[in-house]
């Protein structure tokens, strides 16, 4: 049964750290996206990600987040440095083709505390 | 830019009752897809409806997109335990690729 898997599931973090997040979307899916979930602002798009190149990561405030898709098995989120307005569940979702028909499939997230 | 609205965000029901939600979109979209997410875990792909005023069902949940699509409603008859959870709606942002404008989501309570 395939899956997207991201690591670590979990991780609380000082004010200041770098954090860094990684995703495996399914084998052969050429599509991903970041999203960042809060109570207050729900489900946003931080960044996306086609045949490993980014298209769009206009949602990702700059200054202190990247990501990248090394290779097509991984792709990452990093915050440096990270503040406790970062505290959020961050999810990875994949998707066979960047088609608006298509399925996202969502990883597990990472729940990230910021102290 | 493209909204999705919700509303309310939250819904409590006695287990048993008929539950309906709906979602509403500022532009005319191409199609409409519902995601459900449990409490502490993941959004997990619903359905998708693609034509005006398409109804699909899964077991107890009616999904219905709206003649103009615009909107969507999702009814779950005789609600269980096993429903709860958020039931998101989305819709693409362009149609030329797969970014979707996510509603906040409707967080369903049953109570036994």
């Known amino acids: 049964d395939a899956r997207v898997t991201q690591t670590p599931r979990h991780k609380v973090t000082e004010m200041g750290q770098e954090v860094t997040m990684r995703c495996q979307p399914i084998l052969g899916h050429n599509t991903v996206f970041w999203y960042r979930q809060t109570m207050m602002q729900g489900l946003e798009l931080l960044a996306y990600f086609r045949n490993r190149a980014p298209l769009d990561d206009s949602g990702m405030p700059k200054d202190r987040f990247s990501a990248e898709m090394p290779d097509a098995t991984l792709a990452t989120l990093k915050i440096q440095p990270s503040e406790p307005r970062d505290s959020a569940v961050y999810f990875c979702a994949s998707l066979a083709r960047d088609s608006p028909t298509d399925t996202q499939y969502f990883g597990p997230g990472t729940r990230l505390t910021v102290l | ?112």
């Not at chain 2, 819904?11 to 409490?39: A, M």
Request: aromatic share 10%.
């Open chain 2, 1 to 112: 830019g493209q909204q999705v609205m919700q509303i309310p965000q939250y819904q409590h029901v006695q287990e048993g009752e008929d539950f309906t939600t709906y979602c509403n979109s500022s532009t005319t979209l191409s199609n409409i897809q519902w995601y459900k997410q449990r409490p502490g875990g993941h959004p997990v792909f619903l359905i998708q409806l693609v034509k005006s005023g398409e109804v699909k069902k899964q077991k107890r949940l009616t999904f219905q997109f709206g003649e103009a699509k615009k909107n969507s409603s999702l009814h779950i008859t005789a609600t269980q335990t096993t429903d709860v959870g958020t039931y998101f709606c989305a819709g693409p942002m362009t149609g030329a690729n797969s970014k979707l404008t996510f509603g906040k989501g409707i967080t369903l309570s049953v109570r036994p």
